[in-house]
């Protein structure tokens, strides 16, 4: 599937820059406007179909505008004594068909609306799990997923709400307005004056309605993500006797949503008199004028007859283009945060994080640029990576790394450490030294704002992700569970893996018993964040998902933060049997955890400040000894 837009012709800088004063929105929001051209893009994937639809609605068009002529010549035939049965039965059939192209069209437009939302929704979901982890950091998840459901669904309207019955129907009314300059120009006159009118009226309305709508899905998108962050928190949320203020604070982005409704309403409101009055204006100067003229004999009955059937012809494809350019406004609103979230670069795109060149400070060791393009690396693959300056064992290492996730604020100043191929390297310290940062550089969650990260002496920025992420197995903090299977949990890293094979690392983990007892065993079904299993069954899961994917390195963070005594031994006994013929970096709170590790590095703000055995570093690092004697270690 293509994106529904391009780069090329709509390069997002100055494609979503607010062109006018009434389309900027003067709300507190500062995403972009979205245009027309925007929402044309989502069109253009369909065009056949539209297509269609429009020339359906032309011949629909044609059929209508056949009417009044018919019914002219049936008022003719009556007067002149003549028969009218024929042209009854072509009445009846233009009526008849303009009915059954009208319904095919109807179906088709609303299965065009339905590819729109899942053009959007496709292009949507594809773009949001891709993007920098920095931009989750930044943005609240509710909000994000309302742009995948009640912004897309927005879209929608301005199809159905009348963008392409407008195409058609300005066909009829501009047929119509043929037929009726040809019937009486002066009526036509009095029509033109009082229409001109409304539809001044209508666009400037419609550009608050742009502004309105947009502000409005801000406010769902924070009830959404007001919802999110409460539910994902419930059992705090009413341990802490919390809920009623929860309830308050998600109350108040509602009303703000409904605030901004009702304005909306409002403008909707004033909009809607305004184009009655212009029927209702035209049509009784019509009657006016055009009965002073027959009177006078200037024009006929039938011909007046006819005029105010074109008008009200005319009127209809008026009334599609008023809901039109409403619908098409609001749309253009709730797309503004969907191309938002399209404009963000990609993880992969993201100039800040693209493989570098040769020409990095890695060029020295003999690496040349995409060396690793060979395809995304299948875990457990050797890494292909040349021979490096490295020492010949180090499988990791952090080259005088400094990072901050903002500029002002370093979180790692000056890391250097090397973990040695096949050996199991700790990470301690105190609580916020930077640990689990660490681990994240590793990843490429983000990228070190000065020194490398290296992998088998490569820096991590010259792999491309899914090679590098491919050798690597990781086990983060909280230990996240999917909704889904135990068993979808477990082959996320390893989609080929056997039942046997599965069985075998829960085993390891000391989890199979209890996977066995529930009948569904590996399809037992957990819930959201894992609901239904403990927070030390949890981590476990979660180590055995990592030891399934088989990677040759493996990251774990406290992987023992929530095991009780008999079970983190067991989990201890996993990782070391795990750990044989790998590489283990681990961060540990609990020295009890890690004290047979090869190396332990000991980070303080930021800093390493220490390295060595638990026996050397008892001896030289006052801190570890702090750290050991708090631990009741020494
Ligand atoms: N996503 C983030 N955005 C901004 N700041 C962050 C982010 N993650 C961590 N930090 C900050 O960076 C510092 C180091 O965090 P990190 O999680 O690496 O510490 P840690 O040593 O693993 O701590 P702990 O032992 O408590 O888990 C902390 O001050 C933390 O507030």
Redesign the pocket.
Known sequence: MTLPYSDADAPPSEAHAPHSDTDAPPFDTDVPAARLRDLLGYLRAHRSTIAVVVALSVVGAAFSLAQPLAVNAVIASVGAGEPFGGTVGVLVGLVLGSGVLGAIGLYLLERTAEGVVLDARRALVRHLLRLPVREY?ARRTGDLVSRVGSDTTMVRAALTGGLVDALGGSLVFVGALVAMAILDPALLGITAAVIAVAVVGVVIASGRIQALTQASQEAVGAVAAGVERALSAIRTVRAANATEREVARLEADATDAYGFGVRIARVGAVLWPVSGLAVQGAFLGVLGVGGYRVASGTITVADLVTFILFLFMMLMPLGQFFGAVTTVRSALGALARIQEILDLPTEEDDPAAAPRAATSDTSASGVGPGHGAAGPGAAGEPLDVPPSLEPADALLSFDDVTFG??PARP?LRGVSLVVPRGSTTAIV?P????????LALVERFYEPDGGAVRLAGTDVRELPRAVLRGQIGYVE?EAPVLAGTIRENLLMAAPAADEARCRQVLASVNLLERIDEVPEGLDAVVGDDGAGLSGGERQRLAIARALLGAAPLLLLD?PTASLDSRNEQAMQHAIRSAAEGRTVLI?A?RLATVAHADQIVV?DRGEVVAAGTHEALLGSSPLYLELARHQLLV
Do not use: I, R, W
Not at 431 to 438: D, I
């Open positions: 950091d996730y903002h979180v310290g609580s916020g030294a930077g640990k689990s940062t660490l903090q406290e961060v709170h980070l």
